[in-house]
């Protein structure tokens, strides 16, 4: 194990002038100042895009919860847990947005144990009724990492070359109770590509730094709760896959919704490979989604057939994970005062108040710094261009 380079302690520097940051107006105002800070705030997702960066579409993502007693500090409103809950079901729903053909699970470690909330799956539903049963849960004890982190690998590590494997670790505790050196299994997870990251929300921990480092994955310790939901957004995008990683063509299957008619004699009820591994799911049933290869049946998409292996999705999941492989560039940013054209945006079509406005290089049209981070967030392509083309293809 490698050993973490020098780095100079935040108390061993000079003091920071935080101060100095804000800066009144002509008038004695500190509006300006607050407004280019938060100016600086939205634009900052967007100066970290990848660009034409290989991204693991195909995500296997386990979340680790700390369920120890320290997640009942009251430093988060109401407290951390509840906090933590609210938090991940906004996170699930962005995840499943950005990445439709990607899968979770859930993992809670406390009392030393680590125990499966979720197996692996695209169903959004299940895991946010899960959470949202969550908050009722008892903390108690240590968290146990090194039994959370294992539980994660024995799934994780028969996951195709071709998807990524991570594990998201949200971290509340300053100590984890082990029953083996931890250090041996950080070099089991790297031995297999599994990334993990960890987001603290205590206070940085030695054996955290360690874990995300050699595993290639990210630590952070939250400073708020705007700063906690911000560090789960960043684990929404896909990261770029690593060099090692295989990239090969994926055979998948498209099967559509069949519901069998109760007219129809021949219609038979049967139970969904699901249900048979799960027996808390409802019973016998007419329809579902069936395997094209061996007439598997399912419950919902995506998933991988556990017959024959082949990857079951629908059109708009593929469709929906396009931009992913080719993001649409970013505008042209142009001073207020410089601009010659109509102060009016194309988005939203208001009056143009930012101190910035946002050209797009392919149509020309002009947008406020709104309009283009929920361009380049949610619709991932210029209403400008799209308009121009549906009008071409009519004429």
């Not at 007693?69 to 729903?93: G, I």
């Not at 921990?205 to 874990?211: A, D, F, P, W, Y």
């Given at each position: 194990?490698?050993?973490?380079?020098?780095?100079?302690?935040?108390?061993e520097?000079g003091?920071?002038?935080?101060?100095?940051?804000?800066?009144?107006?002509?008038?004695?105002?500190?509006?300006?100042t607050?407004?280019s800070?938060?100016?600086?705030?939205?634009?900052?997702?967007?100066?970290?895009h990848?660009?034409q960066?290989?991204?693991?579409?195909m995500?296997?993502?386990?979340?680790?919860?700390?369920?120890?007693r320290?997640?009942?500090?009251?430093?988060?409103?109401?407290?951390?847990?509840?906090c933590?809950?609210?938090?991940?079901?906004?996170?699930v729903?962005?995840?499943?947005?950005?990445?439709?053909?990607?899968?979770?699970g859930?993992?809670?470690t406390?009392?030393k144990?680590?125990?499966?909330?979720?197996e692996?799956?695209?169903?959004?539903k299940?895991?946010?009724?899960?959470?949202?049963?969550?908050?009722?849960m008892?903390?108690?004890?240590?968290?146990?990492l090194?039994?959370?982190?294992?539980?994660?690998m024995?799934?994780?590590?028969?996951?195709?070359?071709?998807?990524?494997?991570?594990?998201l670790?949200?971290?509340?505790?300053?100590?984890?109770?082990?029953?083996?050196n931890?250090?041996?299994?950080?070099?089991?997870?790297?031995?297999?590509?599994?990334?993990v990251?960890?987001?603290?929300?205590?206070?940085?921990?030695?054996v955290?730094?360690?874990?995300?480092?050699?595993?290639?994955?990210?630590?952070?310790?939250?400073?708020?709760?705007?700063?906690?939901?911000?560090?789960?957004?960043?684990?929404?995008?896909?990261?770029?896959?690593s060099?090692?990683?295989?990239c090969?063509?994926?055979?998948?299957?498209?099967?559509?919704?069949?519901?069998?008619?109760?007219?129809?004699?021949?219609?038979?009820?049967?139970?969904?490979?699901?249900q048979?591994?799960?027996?808390?799911e409802?019973?016998?049933?007419l329809?579902?989604?069936?395997c094209?290869?061996?007439?598997?049946?399912?419950?919902?998409?995506?998933?991988?057939?556990?017959?024959?292996?082949?990857?079951?999705?629908?059109?708009?999941?593929?469709?929906r994970?396009?931009?992913?492989l080719?993001?649409?560039?970013?505008?042209?940013?142009?001073?207020?005062?410089?601009?010659?054209?109509?102060?009016?945006?194309?988005?939203?079509?208001g009056?143009?108040?930012?101190?910035?406005v946002?050209?797009?290089?392919?149509?020309?049209?002009?947008?406020?710094?709104?309009?283009d981070?929920?361009?380049?967030?949610?619709?991932?392509?210029?209403p400008?261009?799209?308009?121009?083309?549906?009008a071409?293809?009519?004429?």
């Amino acid at each position: 194990m490698e050993e973490e380079p020098e780095r100079t302690k935040r108390w061993e520097g000079g003091y920071e002038r935080t101060w100095e940051i804000l800066k009144e107006d002509e008038s004695g105002s500190l509006r300006p100042t607050i407004e280019s800070i938060l100016f600086k705030a939205k634009r900052k997702r967007l100066y970290e895009h990848h660009g034409q960066v290989r991204l693991g579409m195909m995500r296997h993502l386990y979340l680790v919860i700390d369920g120890s007693r320290a997640m009942e500090d009251q430093d988060l409103k109401p407290n951390r847990l509840t906090c933590t809950l609210k938090l991940l079901e906004y996170f699930v729903e962005e995840y499943f947005d950005q990445n439709p053909i990607s899968q979770l699970g859930l993992i809670v470690t406390k009392s030393k144990r680590a125990e499966k909330m979720t197996e692996l799956s695209g169903n959004t539903k299940k895991h946010l009724t899960t959470l949202k049963k969550a908050v009722d849960m008892n903390c108690s004890g240590e968290p146990s990492l090194y039994n959370a982190l294992n539980l994660a690998m024995q799934t994780l590590k028969h996951m195709p070359a071709h998807t990524s494997r991570e594990v998201l670790v949200v971290f509340s505790s300053l100590t984890t109770c082990d029953p083996a050196n931890i250090y041996d299994l950080i070099k089991c997870l790297k031995a297999v590509k599994i990334r993990v990251s960890v987001i603290g929300l205590s206070a940085e921990v030695r054996v955290c730094t360690v874990l995300a480092r050699e595993t290639g994955g990210t630590y952070h310790v939250i400073l708020d709760e705007s700063h906690y939901k911000e560090l789960l957004m960043h684990h929404v995008r896909p990261l770029p896959t690593s060099s090692s990683s295989e990239c090969s063509l994926i055979r998948m299957g498209f099967p559509q919704h069949y519901i069998a008619s109760l007219s129809d004699q021949d219609a038979k009820p049967s139970f969904s490979m699901v249900q048979l591994e799960n027996n808390s799911e409802p019973g016998l049933s007419l329809g579902g989604y069936f395997c094209p290869q061996c007439r598997a049946k399912y419950c919902e998409l995506p998933v991988e057939c556990k017959i024959c292996g082949l990857t079951l999705v629908s059109a708009p999941h593929l469709a929906r994970s396009y931009h992913h492989l080719f993001p649409l560039d970013a505008f042209q940013e142009v001073p207020l005062g410089e601009y010659q054209g109509e102060r009016c945006c194309q988005g939203c079509q208001g009056e143009m108040k930012d101190q910035n406005v946002y050209v797009c290089k392919v149509c020309q049209n002009v947008f406020c710094v709104d309009c283009d981070l929920f361009i380049h967030d949610c619709l991932h392509c210029c209403p400008g261009c799209v308009h121009g083309n549906s009008a071409a293809t009519s004429a």
